[in-house]
């Protein structure tokens, strides 16, 4: 066995004569143990948070979005439907008409986006899956809407309110300032039979109509849409389709994937959970100030054991890799066991919900292999920092 690893194992499992030293020494490594675990708790709670995130939006927005480079609408044309059925590895896809409207309801207003949909739109998105009152729009009913919890609030509105349904309207195009509501305002009466519940911002926009009636309302021709909506059948080939799709349909089209249409969002969920991870590496460093204050405190308390080691040949450079190794074991068990505790209290969150957000929604926690690997190399280099900077202090006059 490595001479330095034998000594350094020796002085870190036995007991030192002075109490003090095996106090700071028990602080230490609960400190470590501590610091390990909350790093990786909280890394693995923002992973939850993050799926839990994204879930929503993947029951909100479609695989890719195919929208026009020029204006808002655009024809749905031949070509356009038989690149959409012929090509392979798309499930589903849905015509869209989306745009910024007035909403009234019982002398109260608000602006919002009406949404008009095919009936074949929940098999693309999930939308219909977040109603939380009433039903999801029937098709053989052009008027019906669904609309957004925030709305609901706002206007005063539930469902089924035939004596006051919602008048939804948008200026006429081109029609420049308003001055008539009858020449240059287009409005539609429709009855709200549902109410969704996903994101705040989604509850406060969108109201889901027919796409004959946003068709009806914009004064648009009957292939004339904002969007199509794309579900393809294995999201690992999804590059490889949008690509194919991109060459075909060419420049006048522009394909964004749900990362692309959410991109501030993701950044946001990114640059939480690095500063998450900074903040708790740097509780992590002043609590690794404790494995330097053990160590030094040992290097004094062995004071005359390194004498005689020096004497009988040991080189100043192998008794400071005697600290710098006890420093490193100190750290790596206290790494593993926290990191174990942390693990098991993950998978009991997962299964037991021991921590509620609200009565019924546990806190989300994901266990993610790229946690354990980060925590682990992160808490390690910096216990080597630690235990270097410590054996520093042992210098030639200190062990002659």
Known sequence: ??????????????????????????????????GTMALFIVLSGFSGLKTFSISFLKTSDPDFKITSVKGKSFLFTDLLKSNLESKKGIAHYSKIVEERVFLEHKNKTHLGTIKGIEENYIKVNNVDTAIVVGFWINFEFDNQVVIGNKISDRLSMGINDYLEPLKIYVPKPGSGYVKSTKSDISSIYVQSVGIFALTEEMDDKYVFSTLAKAQELLGYKSNQISAIEVKVTNINDRSTIIENLQNNLGDAYKIQTREQLNATFYKMLNTENLASYLIFTLILIIALFNVIGALIMMIFDKKNNLKTLYNLGTTVK??????????????????????????????????????????????????????????????????????????????KEVVE
């Open 318 to 395: 192998e008794i400071r890799k005697i600290f710098v190794l006890q420093g490193f074991l100190l750290t790596f068990f206290g790494l593993v066991f926290g990191l174990v505790l942390a693990i098991v209290l993950v998978f009991l969150q997962k299964q037991f919900s021991l921590f509620m957000i609200t009565p019924s929604l546990a806190f989300p926690v994901e266990f993610q292999f790229t946690n354990v690997i980060v925590v682990f190399f992160t808490i390690l280099i910096l216990g080597l920092i630690a235990s270097k900077i410590a054996s520093s202090r042992i210098t």
């Open 1 to 34: 066995m490595n001479f330095s690893l034998y000594i350094a194992k020796r002085y870190l499992f036995s007991k030192s004569s002075n109490s003090t030293i095996n106090i700071v020494t028990f602080i230490a490594t609960l400190g470590v143990i501590v």
